[in-house]
């Protein structure tokens, strides 16, 4: 069960998910609506829901654009419950009742129930949630935050072990949601009264990085909307996109950083790296080129080039990055280690024994430990 | 000896039933509430209040905490105050925290001194002299450091901790300054530079912490903030820094982002003296934002635990092994976190057996858009008992700091009184969902087996304390006109005191003062462990008859920054006699104490059973 569990823990960063690729091509309206509400979102994440009823009101009231969009109302209602008194009947008062698309009606019910959690109605927001209060799964078993409501409402009526199946679930369906570590607090919580430590503690430091993640993202995000010329909080941003396995967010951060600044060397290496996570390796060895061309002694961006130049077969290219680096200013530095095992096995591998040795006795003396030899795999 | 087993931590928990139901599916927005306290204002019985009587009383007390704007968090935390009994005439008076107008003019000096108020008897007060102290003051603690038989002080504040001993004369006197000498020490009107933080108390806990009948003290200490050059604005510097906002209005900044500062520990001598004895006392403190500490028997082993609510950040339960070595237990024991797992904005902390089960429950106070939260003694652990109660729908748009589990009516069932206001001016701009002045709140509790009963008390009277919004910060209780009822003290930010009168009906009660052998009676060779001579620790259960048993713990600590009155207060209802009153002391003994009739204030010293009682008027 533990063991299950620390791996179902281990999906909490997996890979890229962009909103962009999943959006139908017809409506550019549809667009212009899911860029909003993805703005919306930012806003609510860096706790400005003023600035989301000053634009959201009009557009989800009843003749508004959005009126019938309950992905759109789910946020305003938000929004007011953050920011009006009293909250509850506020955010109630938009989404009760209201007419909505089809595929939206299941974010309305959620936020509903999530709204009576808030307001400890519990009893009324598992009725919401579930079918029968014996049922193992939500009305809406493919949307996660109604699994992660009924943990919720679960845990805050006392049955902890009622909740943990459900929240479970919501961590599996949506590893990187910012209320996993909240998933997961009561996890380790229902954990430690089965007397189970270990996973407690898993649980309990999956949150404890997630939830310093979130933060570092809503300091990001903030920092870049007040001061959107400044490139460091981007290339910070772009940063925690790549640890979290997220290369196509990562790639839109540094996509506006240089349309920004178009000569920003690390903006370019940090795109290629985000590229090369993705697979694209000719768009990353394009990247790094452009690194290389802003900041010549760029020594990650010349190694990861050589690298790519390597893959392909390029083993003239590859040899020439990979000798910049060895023979140039910044050798000895410790980011410069393999390309020196990098060259000494290309020249092994074209025959050049000596030249090779002396790359490798180089590479040894800085303080490299693997062997000359790739080992066989 | 122990009362009970002590928490065998990781053991599971009983999960409790669904919570009430707040309503059926057909019904608009607003939920019913849950089970009802029978009685109370809604059902038109008398209702009850605590109404401010402070400007006829004489109570002259107004608080300065620097500019209405509120340009640093040293400016936003108010005062702390203090009951104790100066003189030794029988009655309490009060003893007040104070700041300054403007952080120039600590800077500047001279600095504020503590303001003291004596009781002239029937709750009428006069203004006295300080004790001469000069800085920014916040939180004070009570209790008998010298063991002379008299109320002594401690009083905490940005940059000084001053030890106070009371004389024959009822004065308090600087007895000792803890922090001389070092960093941590600001002197009102000496050459500062910029970038040092003073060490910044808040609330303090007096209590025996290792049985040697001493009282040592716990210094909750909150963020390293520069008076010379505060941060303002932002946090950090250049393209990476943080704006100090709230709601996107700016704010000051702190203290998230900021510092904090590790509490300290000092053990008592008994002397009136302290040493610090943080290293060994609190081998593996992570330091917080501490705003409020309270010290209790949480899993009644006979020792004295502590609570600290942090600011922000997990809070800590540090159990004590007996010798005044602490352990945070607090995520094992599920009061750390929010139910949501995030670190909360934890500002006062008050204990009480709200479930009648003979171990000390307790409620603590949160930020707006957190709750107040209700949390019930499992014996291995805490059960968060807030939503089932419906304490977030009732406080979720409140800033709550001080806090109280009390018997006001004295219908055995203890209230839950909040003393609120918000930390920002902002918050009275439009779209934030609170407002700056708040009024002060107060609940009738009901929690039994699977009942739950929470119900506002709705002031009908316009000097109530719960009527008009304020900006309250520490408040304290005691029975200032002696008639035997509670009544309640209320500092507020930059504004005059309250003094919150008991109007409430009259139950019948009973009124207990315990106190340890005196200092002449012990044997110095006597090894086994000692009740204070103040009687502080000592545990009280009072079971009625026909009714649910009740317990109380002399630990004056409680609330946000103040002390309360080491009386305890017991609420009989209708009944006009007791069937056991029993105490437990901290050295161990257990008095039976038998039965006996309502109406009366009990002075039981340990070993001597009761040596003095009077009938309440």
Sequence with gaps: MSAAWIAALALVFPGKTRVEAQLAPQAEVQTDATATKERWRELLGIDLPREVLGEGEALVAPQGALARDGEALVL??????????PAFESAWKLLDGREVEAATRA???IEKARLCVENDDLARALRLLLETPEANAPRWPERAEAWLQVGRAWARSGELQKAARFLARFVELAPRHREVPTALHLLAQEALERGDGPFAKACVSRAEELSKWHSLWKVRTTQIRLTPEEPLPRIGLAQLWLQAGDAAKAKLALEALLARHPQHAQGWFLLGEAERVAGALDAAQAAYTKTIEFEPEHVLARNNRGTIHRLAGRAAEARADFEHIVDGPRSAERTALPAHLALARLLEAAGEKDAAQRRFARYVELGGREPLREPAR | MARALPFLWLVPLLPAGLGASCGSEEAPARPTPAATVPSGAEQGSPAGDLRDEAAERGLAYVNRSGEPAKRTVLEANGPGVAVLDLGNDGDLDLVFSQGLATL???????GADLEVFENLGGGRFERRPGPGLSGWWTGLATGDLDGDGDTDLVAGGFGGLAVLLQDEQGKLAPRQDLLEGSRDRLVPGEPRQAGEAPLWITSLALFDADGDGNLDLYAGAYVALDPVAPPVGELGEGALSVPCQWKGYKVFCGPHGMRPQADRFYRGAGDGTLFDASAKALPNHVPGYALAVANFDFEGDGDQDVYVANDSVANLLLLNDGRGVFTDVAYSAGVALSMDGRGEAGMGVAFGDVDHDLDLDFALTNFSGEPTSLYLNQKRGFRNETFRLGLQRETNALLSWSVHLEDFDGDGELELF???????????QPDTGTSYAQADTLWHLLVRGDERGLRRVVPTDPRSILFAPSSSRGSALGDFDGDGAPDLVVAHIDGPAALGMN?????????VRCLGPARTERLEADARARTPVDGSGAWVELVPKGGLPQARQVATSQGYQSASTPWLHFGLGAANEYGELNVHWPSGRVERLGAGSAGRRLVVRE??????????P
């Design chain 2, 104 to 110: 120039g003019d600590l800077l500047r000096g001279p």
């Design chain 1, 76 to 85: 305003v209602a938000r929004a007011r419950f953050l920011t009006q008194a």
């Design chain 2, 607 to 616: 070993g001597k059973g009761i040596v003095s009682e009077e009938r309440l």
């Design chain 1, 107 to 109: 974010d309305v019910e």
């Design chain 2, 418 to 428: 909040t003393a609120n206001g918000h930390v920002y001016p902002q918050a009275d």
């Design chain 2, 503 to 511: 109007r409430f009906p009259r139950g019948n009660r009973l009124v």
